[in-house]
């Protein structure tokens, strides 16, 4: 698999968490609501105007406990563009978010936020990814 198009924000800002104890389904007893924005900076490919495509991924929320039998039942995520703008001439400008998913990192028990994102034109830039996760889980109480 090509991973040169996978990056980091270069930070996350107006991050907000919000915890809610639910009962179900499946054994789960937290729902945990996260949003905020992720501050990247992507342009265009070439040749002029093809559509960029990176692969923008954080981790997001608490850690979870898992060989102590907490767990990740649901997760439900959503991303839309929230900044942009265009250097010089841009006549074919545009930004996409082409599909945003989270999903538990198994390695380190955590969600990781994936968001597919682009521009189109050399000239047009991504500056600003909004994102929202819900994640329906089993903590230990």
């Known amino acids: 698999?090509?991973?040169?198009?996978i990056i980091q924000p270069n930070r996350l800002t107006n991050?907000?968490?919000?915890?809610?104890?639910?009962?179900?389904?499946?054994?789960a007893n937290r729902l945990f609501m996260y949003s905020g924005m992720a501050e990247v900076e992507l342009c265009g490919g070439l040749p002029h105007p093809r559509w960029s495509l990176e692969i923008v991924c954080f981790d997001i929320g608490r850690k979870y406990d898992c060989d102590n039998g907490e767990s990740?039942?649901?997760?439900?995520?959503?991303?839309?563009?929230?900044?942009?703008?265009?250097?010089?001439v841009a006549s074919?400008?545009?930004?996409?978010?082409?599909?945003?998913?989270?999903?538990?990192?198994e390695d380190d028990c955590r969600v990781r936020m994936?968001?597919?994102?682009?521009?189109?034109?050399?000239?047009?830039?991504?500056e600003q990814i909004s994102f929202y996760v819900n994640v329906l889980a089993k903590v230990n109480e």
């Open 114 to 126: 994936n968001i597919a994102a682009g521009a189109r034109d050399t000239q047009a830039f991504l």
């Open 1 to 5: 698999m090509d991973y040169s198009n």
């Open 15 to 27: 991050m907000q968490e919000m915890q809610v104890n639910v009962d179900g389904p499946d054994g």
């Open 92 to 105: 074919f400008a545009g930004w996409q978010i082409f599909g945003a998913a989270g999903e538990l990192d």
């Open 72 to 88: 990740v039942i649901k997760v439900l995520a959503n991303a839309t563009v929230a900044g942009a703008r265009t250097d010089g």
